[in-house]
């Protein structure tokens, strides 16, 4: 193993990486062909390696602050998935982008449309950057189905089965969606002398779909039919609402003229109730030190359930999740991370008694004075639901609750469950809440 390797390895295992993960990751770096160095994802090798996911990825983001992997940033298209734009910066990465292939242009959304992946750094193993090509190759991203000739001016027909995924049978890409066909499926395709094309919708639904080739030209013309692997990767959303993220790589931003859209992401507000009063009841010094303990509490519990605290505001905090069960999770905890810090101190007419409030939908990730923060309805509503707290409660709205993440965890816990109807102050229309209180 050479010397500036094992040096970055002993880095990670002074980060905590687990030895298992350092065995497997040293031997890969040292042993794979180059693409497989480039266009890492964290997911996909804990796959290959056989190893938890958050585990291998929080070593994938510690190796890349201690110089052993450089932060790659891609846009995939939302027809054929290919990677249409590709920076080692976040600041450098345009929301708008053009898929050459199906001709186009893509309002990239955080969550479904950015990834982010590793590469080998330089200093540790030099690696020439590979063509998509051969990166295609090595990654195994496709799986060639077949092929069939067409004899000139005939039309052949070839049956099919579809399961859900992107295909390629001509031009553009076939989209099969999840769902059902309203009857009998087709897909109708013309060479022209220089491409197969396509002029009717290109979603199709899993099931028989009749494969129709009709051969214009005075040559003979060859379809090939291929089918685009799925591999687990992860989105720009989920690694920037991870606490370890935000800690490690305060500079990764969104430049200032951006915005990405986010189509689901769970925002929490809390507060600390009647924080005036309690400066006045202890004096500045006992109070002031409650609250760092309070933030501090907060930020352990966000951290430990895969989210990030986004911004404090005076004593509230806002903090972001990409799970619906590990929000839910964290909000119960945080509550009992409170209790358990008013017996332990002890501090008279000291007790930390927070409100919390939350809800999920979409956003937009923006710069806001050097933060990677998010605005829009979903976070007003999340602000506005916090405010209808009273303390040691949660307050949620009932879209949220609703998933069954998300009830069957509070249906198993000690939490007394309320419907109501509120209006929200600057928010059109009534709400449906949740109000959930400790049923001690």
Known sequence: MNTVLADKLSDLQKNGVAPIVLAKMGEYIESAPPPRLQQMSAYRMADEWQLPRADVLMAFLYGTRVGLFDLEWSIHCPSCTGVTAHTLHLMQLKSESHCDYCKIQIDASFDQSVEVTFRVNDNVRKVEIAPYGELAQHWDYADFLGQFEVAPGETREIPTEFAAGHYYVGYPPVIVAEGTADGPQ????????????????????????????????????????????????????????????????????????????????FIVFTDIKGSTALYERLGDSDAYYLVKEHFRILTDVVRKHNGAVVKTIGDAVMATFMVSSDAMHALLAMQAAFEAFDVQEKIPEGHIIIKVGGHRGPCIAVNSNDRLDYFGRTVNIAARVQGLSTGRDIMLTRSFYEEPSVSDIVTGSDWQVRHFKAELRGIEAQYDLVHLTFNA
């Open 186 to 265: 087709t897909l109708d395709i013309a060479w022209d002398g220089k491409e197969w094309q396509r002029k009717d919708k290109n979603v199709r639904y899993p099931g028989p779909c009749l494969i129709r080739a009709e051969n214009a030209a005075d040559q003979p013309a060859t379809v090939y039919y291929i089918r685009r692997k799925q591999y687990p990767w992860t989105s720009a959303a989920e690694i920037t609402s991870l606490q370890n993220f935000r800690d490690l790589f305060s500079s990764e931003l969104i430049s200032a003229d951006e915005t990405f859209s986010i189509r689901n992401l």
